[in-house]
């Protein structure tokens, strides 16, 4: 990112740059002294050349950006029926370097028997999918050079620096149509959606542009054209309300999942929620802070520590919570209050340490030490059906989202 608008990163994201990180402390020194000196020297005519692309029309930016969204479509049998065994989905995504890497959701590739990818000239290749994370709903694709020229990229942008009220445009495949860009703003930020994991869960851009079925993948762009954002949900029974995946996130998934084909992160092994004033007031717990743990994943190092999830489901308001189960009030002597504090107690979560925690129980406090291994994929990460995303089957069915039922 262009350290001195804020706005701008590379347009191409490859893997031998993400690499870089790695050099020598000294090298990294030299380097950045060389790209300071660059960009003192070029600042004029950059602001310049920023300040024209971001007042740029939508039409202008759909015809510079819209050649790099791509049309992609997955097969998936199903053995075990005797009719419509075959079932094709459709999706967006769009070419994040110009070797054939393309970014898409994981609901739209995972778990299917042939993904195809489709240019915006009309060009159909084939895919082959690199790595996938369920989770973060993030996946990576693999697609031909041509022979002749360079495919279009897309860059990102900083969505640190988004603000409700932005003006967003959205390009994808709505409904099998064939591409089609949608406007609209940045409604709400940080968005955590229910039906996520609340300890591995990512907040969510909201937006209120036009996100049909079909535009799963596609990108969410700035008037600057940078992408800040991946559309991936829908909110059922309602007008307009989507969500996308930041691009400070889709960033950090790029390198291990082209290379790995999948993420690493550390199990622990609960989900619940963090006690917060409105919890407190209802039910009140005994406790000022804390994690509440609802569930326990079996076999998890929670599960073999004696860690217990809730017992008694209840409802308040929109939330569904489950209730009677252990209160986390420290990981590693960093005492759970706030989202902040929370966050900052799963960074000291990582695989191969040992972690201390400090748990409420019926009235008592004491302490357990947990051995943090790597987190298999567990049953709930890879969605039942595509029922919870906006793609798009080819025989007419539209899939309506779930989020909030």
Not at 69 to 77: A, F, K, M, N, P
Request: proline fraction near 7%.
């Amino acid at each position: 990112m262009d350290s001195n608008n804020g706005r701008e990163k590379p347009a191409s994201v490859s893997i031998a740059l993400m690499k870089q990180r790695a050099i020598l402390i000294t090298q990294r020194q030299k380097l950045w002294m060389q790209a300071l000196l660059i960009a003192l020297a070029l600042l004029p005519a950059a602001s310049a050349h920023a300040a024209t692309e971001c007042n740029q029309s939508i039409a202008d930016l759909y015809n510079k950006k819209s050649p790099a969204v791509v049309r992609i479509t997955s097969l998936s049998i199903n053995p075990y029926r005797q009719e419509d065994r075959i079932e094709q989905m459709t999706g967006s995504g769009f070419i994040i370097d110009a070797k054939g890497l393309v970014m898409t959701n994981s609901h739209v590739v995972f778990g299917t028997q042939a993904v195809s990818v489709t240019l915006n000239d009309g060009t159909t290749l084939p895919a082959k999918l690199l790595g996938a994370d369920p989770i973060f709903d993030l996946a990576i694709l693999k697609i031909p050079q041509p022979q002749h020229g360079t495919l279009p990229v897309l860059g990102f942008g900083d969505s640190d620096k988004i603000r409700p009220g932005d003006v967003v445009v959205a390009i994808g495949n709505p409904m099998g149509l064939g591409q089609t860009i949608t406007s609209g703003i940045v409604s709400a930020l940080n968005r955590l959606l229910p039906e996520r994991p609340r300890l591995l869960s990512w907040p969510m851009i909201q937006t209120d542009t036009p996100i049909n079925l079909g535009n799963s993948g596609g990108p969410l762009l700035n008037l600057c054209g940078d992408v800040i954002g991946i559309a991936s949900e829908i909110l059922g029974n309602a007008q307009n309300i989507g969500f996308a995946i930041p691009s400070n996130l889709a960033i950090t998934v790029v390198a291990p999942l082209a290379e790995k084909g999948h993420l690493t992160r550390p199990w622990l092994g609960v989900d619940g929620s963090l006690i917060d004033a409105e919890l407190r007031n209802i039910f009140a717990l005994p406790l000022t802070d804390g994690f509440l743990v609802e569930a326990v994943e079996p076999g998890s190092p929670a599960s073999v520590a004696g860690i217990t999830g809730g017992s008694l489901p209840v409802k308040v308001g929109l939330r569904s919570l489950i209730l009677g189960g252990d209160i986390i009030v420290a990981i590693n002597d960093n005492a759970l209050k706030d989202d902040v504090s929370l966050q900052r107690g799963l960074d000291l979560i990582s695989i191969g340490a040992r972690v201390k925690l400090k748990i409420f129980r019926q009235g008592k406090s004491f302490t357990t030490e947990l051995e943090i291994p790597e987190r298999p994929l567990q049953p709930g990460d890879v969605p039942e059906s595509s029922q919870s995303f906006s793609v798009y089957q080819d025989k007419g069915t539209r899939i309506p989202s779930q989020i909030g039922h």
